[in-house]
């Protein structure tokens, strides 16, 4: 059964806040802050992240992580995949010589729901979730700003 770990969960959290701020650059020690990541954990997952081709890093001033790819592009599998084993096998709480070898464990396709489960919210659930949604202003928000306006 796969659910992931902390550091993949991490790895969420920092790619969420960097798809929240695109296209803007971001840095490290914000992401650990608002995120409550260590920043050296932070540095590290931006630069594996970077590595895999889901972030450009520029250094410097006004430098900082950006995404590489849309943030629609990017699946929570895709993630999660660089930091766990995300394979189909499910481990038996009996023991490796139960399922498979043996009729299956009382627990085998209930923990086959949860890993399919698992595995299709990560592979449907892409980081534009993560991304505000801009709508045009309403009647009531369009009436306050022209009420606002000084008349002639």
């Known amino acids: ?14 790619m969420s806040y960097v798809a929240a701020a695109a296209p803007q650059r971001v840095g490290s020690a914000v992401i650990a802050k608002t995120r409550n990541i260590s920043q050296v954990l932070t540095a590290k997952l931006l630069t594996q992240l970077a590595s895999a081709g889901f972030l450009s890093g520029q250094p ?6 950006t995404l590489l790819k849309k943030a629609g592009e990017i699946r929570l599998i895709d993630i999660v995949g660089l930091f766990e084993q995300i394979d189909d096998s499910s481990r038996c709480p009996f023991g490796s010589e139960w399922c498979g070898k043996q009729e299956p464990c009382p627990l085998h396709d209930t923990i086959n729901k949860m890993t399919e489960r698992n595995r299709r919210f990560l592979e449907q659930t892409r980081l534009s979730v993560f991304q505000k949604k801009t709508a045009a202003p309403g009647p009531a928000q369009s009436r306050a700003k022209t009420a606002a306006k000084p008349g002639k």
């Open 60 to 65: 410097g001033p006004g430098g900082g992580y």
């Open 1 to 14: 059964m796969f659910i992931y770990g902390k550091t993949a969960t991490n790895a969420i959290a920092v």
